[in-house]
């Protein structure tokens, strides 16, 4: 599955968790907006009963008050309570009204809390492959003129160094490439035919950056000290293969390195070349 693929089940995955949450707590606000309605609604009505329901004598302060002086005096006075319906039962208040309880306050950090750490991931998910969409590290990255990039390697004795393709470029002898054609094939070989060779820069004993030793005209790692000549096949040290390396492509006299997928190094003992250490080591 390309890795453009696996962005777009990303995204949709993302988008589409996104909506359900939308959609889920609008369909509950609503929910609990049209209850609070029906409840203001019934307690609307209970109260109308009340203020315009039978009419009956009403008993005044006065009254009651003039009826205790009488019953303190041993006379006694029957007040008449007013008519009519019984007072309507209280409506219990509405939670959703009255704010947030303690459980939809925990439901909602929870939901808040995943839409966080998902959106989160998918934005992580999205920044990692970016630059493959982009045309970054992943994909097939334009390196230049290829004469330009040969220019600058004769002038400098040491390979060219492609940062964006973490690789280095390098010349392949034009009188090898009939010993090639037996080792290596695809892309590979087309590049040598070309006259280059990409080397990813990682040594494939543990993975350190394999710089240039420029005495020796080898690649040699500090780290364990494994070395590889001028075109990337193994010389010495702990390495399995020699380096890993990309296929190339030259269009228009333009170099294209395609880093979308990782060719495995030749085995241990392929020596197309026949280059030797050209001066001291340096690891
Ligand atoms: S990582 Fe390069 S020799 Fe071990």
């Excluded at 777009?8 to 988008?15: F, G, P, S």
């Excluded at 007013?82 to 959703?96: L, N, S």
């Excluded at 998910?125 to 590290?137: A, R």
Aim: hydrophobic share 40%; with cysteine.
């Amino acid at each position: 599955m390309g890795s453009s693929t696996v962005v777009l089940i990303a995204v949709v995955v993302v988008l589409f968790l996104a909506g359900l949450f939308v959609f889920t707590t609008s369909a509950r606000r609503d929910r609990a907006s049209a209850v609070a309605k029906a409840r203001q609604e019934a307690r609307d009505e209970a109260a109308s009963h009340v203020s315009h329901g039978e009419s009956g004598p009403v008993v005044t302060g006065r009254e009651v008050e003039r009826a205790a002086n009488l019953s303190r005096r041993g006379e006694s006075l029957v007040i008449v309570a007013p008519g009519g319906a019984p007072p309507a039962p209280r409506a219990p208040m509405d939670p959703e009204a009255l704010g947030v309880t303690r459980r939809q306050f925990f439901n909602r950090s929870i939901v808040g809390f995943f839409t966080l750490g998902l959106t989160g991931f998918g934005a992580a998910s999205i920044g990692f492959l970016w630059p493959t969409l982009s045309g970054g590290f992943g994909a097939k990255i334009k390196a230049g003129k290829l004469d330009e990039i040969l220019g600058e390697i004769r002038s400098k004795r040491e390979p060219f160094y492609l940062a964006e393709a973490r690789t280095w470029i390098a010349p392949y002898p034009s009188d090898a490439v009939g010993k090639a054609s037996k080792a290596y094939n695809g892309a590979v070989l087309d590049g040598m035919k070309e006259g280059v060779v990409a080397l990813y820069q990682k040594c494939v004993h543990l993975g350190c950056r394999v710089p240039y030793c420029k005495s020796a005209q080898w690649f040699e790692c500090p780290c364990h000290g494994s070395k590889y000549n001028r075109v990337g096949e193994k010389k010495g040290g702990p390495a399995p293969r020699g380096l890993d390396r990309w296929g190339v492509e030259v269009s228009g006299g333009v170099l294209s390195i395609d880093t979308s997928k990782l060719i495995q190094g030749p085995p241990i003992g392929t020596n197309t070349t026949g280059q030797e250490a050209e001066g001291p080591h340096c690891a």
